[in-house]
């Protein structure tokens, strides 16, 4: 099975930096997906990790190291817009197809 | 171009009663996802079509079904409603439904079942 553990909850201001880890547990692993969703709306893709090391877009990193089964989301630079739910995501190596399994999420709330 | 459509938005249901969701894809994309979200939780896989047929199941009862039609609009239905299937129904659109790929979600239909 595939279980992801992911912090519930980070504030922080604007301006500011945010992690938000990810550990998981994967009976196989392809990479980590992250996705945003703000309240009432549909999550969005953010990023994608297959291999280690980090991958940057714009404000927004994300990391990977394979052999500690750990990710992270860098939100830089935090701007209001950026408060939402972030969650992580695997696929499932053992289904066709492309099914996620996704982490329970972490709710940021940046603050002025 | 259009997203991915979903319809109804909000629905209220009582128990024992029948739903049916709807969804369109972005233009272009053979595989249609549903996934199920209660409040505070990430989403959780129900089913996946590719080219009308059934590629994954997740942990559902029975009472969960879907098809995907020849345009790859898909519908999610839920027979005998209890009050623990109040959630929010998305639906994700992708263009092979293999490997890695992004997944286009929709804004969700929320279920109320009371």
């Known amino acids: 099975g595939q279980s992801l553990e992911q912090p519930s909850e980070v504030t922080a201001v604007e301006g500011a930096i945010v992690q938000i880890n990810c550990t998981y547990q994967?009976?196989?692993?392809?990479?980590l997906s992250w996705y945003q969703q703000h309240d009432g709306g549909a999550p969005t893709f953010l990023s994608y990790?297959?291999?280690?090391g980090l991958e940057e877009t714009g404000r927004f990193s994300s990391f990977l190291s394979r052999s500690d089964s750990y990710g992270y989301l860098l939100l830089q630079e935090l701007q209001m817009k950026d408060s939402a739910s972030y969650f992580c995501?695997?696929?499932?190596?053992?289904?066709?197809?492309?099914?996620?399994?996704f982490g329970g999420g972490t709710r940021v709330l940046v603050k002025p | 171009d259009a997203g991915v459509t979903q319809s109804p938005t909000h629905l209220i249901k009582t128990r024992g009663q029948h739903v049916t969701l709807r969804c369109s894809p972005i233009s272009g994309h053979k595989s249609v996802s549903w996934y199920q979200q209660v409040l505070g939780q990430g989403p959780q896989f129900i089913f996946q079509?590719?080219?009308?047929?059934?590629?994954g199941r997740g942990n559902f009862p029975d009472r969960f079904s879907a098809r995907q039609f020849p345009n790859y609009s898909s519908e999610l239905n839920v027979n005998a409603l209890l009050l623990g299937d109040s959630a929010l129904y998305l639906c994700a659109s992708s263009l092979e439904g293999q490997g890695f790929e992004k997944l286009f979600f929709g804004s969700g239909t929320q279920l109320s079942v009371l």
């Open positions: 079509y590719y080219e009308k047929e059934e590629r």
């Open positions: 990790n297959a291999l280690d």
């Open positions: 995501a695997v696929r499932d190596p053992q289904a066709a197809g492309n099914k996620l399994t």
């Open positions: 994967t009976s196989g692993f392809y990479g």
